[in-house]
Structures are given as structure tokens and as C-alpha cells.
């Protein structure tokens, strides 16, 4: 038996928040989870942190481009590297 590591129980939220924002199926995005079994846990795959990055600041720009300059500072920050 595998337990969800905090990161990954996080991760769940940020989804369904990107498909309540993005408008999408939250299906499609949990599809999307990449996990790795490290002593019966289960993390975030490196690589998906990666594509998840890539894709959320895809998909932000895309979102500014649509909306005026004064709404943008609205948008929620799901990165993982807090700086």
C-alpha cells in the first residue's frame, strides 16, 4: 500500500484549481499526474514538476494576452520554486 506524499496531495489542489480557472476537466488534468514510489510513498516525478512549470506558464501568458494589464496581478502563482 502506497501513501500520497504532502507534495503530491498539493499538487491535486493547484489541479483543480487550473481547471476551475482554465475552464478544463479535472479528469484530464489528475490523467496527467506523473508519481514515483520512494519506501511505499508516493512522489511528483521530476520530469512532471518540469512539465507542469512549462505548461502553467504557457498557459498564464496565453491567459495575460487574452486579459487587460490592471487584472493581471489576479492570477495565482502555482510555481514550485519559490524565489
Do not use: C, H, W
Request: charged content about 30%; hydrophobic content about 40%; cysteine-free.
Amino acid at each position: 500500500m502506497y501513501k500520497l506524499n504532502d507534495e503530491v496531495i498539493g499538487q491535486i489542489a493547484k489541479l483543480v484549481q487550473v481547471a476551475i480557472i482554465a475552464g478544463t476537466d479535472i479528469v484530464d488534468n489528475l490523467r496527467t499526474l506523473e508519481l514515483v514510489e520512494e519506501e511505499n510513498e508516493l512522489f511528483l516525478s521530476p520530469e512532471y514538476k518540469v512539465s507542469f512549470e512549462n505548461n502553467l506558464k504557457t498557459m498564464m501568458e496565453d491567459l495575460t494576452e487574452q486579459q487587460p494589464a490592471k487584472t493581471n496581478d489576479k492570477f495565482i502563482d502555482f510555481s514550485f520554486n519559490k524565489s
